[in-house]
């Protein structure tokens, strides 16, 4: 994929920014804040497959605990905002992720 940028795109997207820039930061800041909750999802799915000690669609034996989905969640980070994640779980409700406290 090329992308083409001329100069009079660029001179506008700077003469914007500087007009708006509360504008310009608050699209930055949702960018943050969706970066953030997928970094955290992720870190969960892995906190959940090293629990359960497979992958994810892996299966040992026939009574073994395995995922049951995710549940969303949301919380607020300072300077940061609202930030969603979707926190996974198993089977038996056993696993409690230390990436987000639960009664934070």
Do not use: C
């Not at 500087?18 to 804040?33: G, L, N, S, T």
């Not at 299966?59 to 607020?76: A, D, E, I, L, V």
């Amino acid at each position: 994929m090329k992308i083409e940028i001329n100069l009079p795109d660029i001179q506008s997207f700077i003469k914007d920014i500087q007009e708006k820039p509360a504008k310009f930061f608050q699209a930055i800041r949702y960018d943050v804040r969706k970066s953030v909750g997928r970094y955290l999802t992720g870190l969960m799915k892995e906190e959940l497959t090293e629990f359960l000690g497979r992958k994810r669609y892996q299966r040992k034996g026939k009574n073994q605990n395995h995922w049951n989905g995710s549940y969303n969640r949301s919380y607020t980070l300072k300077d940061i905002g609202k930030v969603a994640v979707k926190v996974p779980r198993d089977r038996k409700g056993e696993f409690q992720t230390k990436v987000i406290p639960r009664s934070q």
